[in-house]
């Protein structure tokens, strides 16, 4: 069974700095698929970055990129600049290519805390 | 664009209610769709997926279940519920077919059982 480790329940930094969260997963499969999602106040789960396995080259999505790790099995979210609406709990996130019908399996999450 | 509904939003019970949480998808055809549970302080734990009317595959054993009536459409239900039961409820959606894709998730169901 797949799972998903990430090892900072809680992060604080500055506006305007830079942040790094932290995710290791376990897998046997080759080809998969992680995500990073974001939970804002509202408990609305939203997409922050999506990264393909068999792709080498890491994902980014404006102020977000991810450092993705295969054989390490790691795939960390940086935050650039960051800013106070990024304060939400960050969850990593796999599935494996079945087909695209099997579920997510998440971590426990990073609770970020961007301070003015 | 696709969107995604659940109602209602915020529920609270007492134990040995029964329980149906409705989850319909817009302005997409046969979704995958999937029932999670956010108990305080953790992550997501699958609960149910269904990758048509009437096919429901069940993650976790419990007293909850699950039911694909129509084609956008997804319950979750219980005829007794458990204080075990209480948590955030969320459902998802994805495209059918092809290499695994983004799950967009609806803005969830808060569930007190007291």
């Known amino acids: 069974a797949q799972t998903v480790t990430q090892s900072q329940p809680e992060m604080s930094v500055q506006e305007a700095e830079t942040v790094t969260l932290s995710c290791t997963y376990d897998?046997?499969?080759?080809?998969?698929?992680l995500f990073w999602y974001k939970q804002p106040p509202s408990r609305q789960m939203i997409l922050v970055i999506r990264?393909?396995?068999?792709?080498?080259q890491n994902a980014t999505e404006n102020r977000f990129s991810v450092n993705f790790q295969k054989a390490a099995k790691s795939f960390s979210l940086k935050i650039s600049d960051s800013q106070l609406g990024d304060t939400a709990m960050y969850f990593c996130?796999?599935?494996?290519?079945?087909?695209?019908?099997?579920?997510?399996?998440f971590g426990k999450g990073t609770h970020l805390i961007i301070q003015p | 664009s696709q969107t995604i509904h659940q109602w209602p939003a915020t529920l609270v019970q007492p134990v040995g209610s029964p329980l149906s949480l409705e989850c319909t998808v817009e302005?997409?055809?046969?979704?995958?769709l999937y029932w999670y549970r956010q108990a305080a302080g953790r992550g997501l734990q699958l609960l149910f997926y269904?990758?048509?009317?009437?096919?429901i595959s069940s993650e976790v054993p419990q007293n909850l279940s699950a039911s694909r009536p129509q084609d956008r459409q997804f319950i979750l239900s219980s005829k007794k519920l458990l204080l075990s039961d209480s948590g955030f409820y969320l459902c998802?959606?994805?495209?059918?077919?092809?290499?695994?894709?983004?799950?967009?998730f609806g803005p969830g169901t808060r569930l007190t059982v007291l």
């Open positions: 998802a959606w994805t495209k059918a077919g092809g290499p695994a894709d983004t799950q967009y």
């Open positions: 897998t046997s499969e080759s080809n998969y698929y």
């Open positions: 990264q393909e396995a068999y792709k080498q």
């Open positions: 996130a796999f599935t494996d290519s079945g087909g695209g019908a099997d579920g997510l399996t």
């Open positions: 302005g997409t055809s046969n979704p995958n």
């Open positions: 269904s990758v048509g009317i009437g096919q």
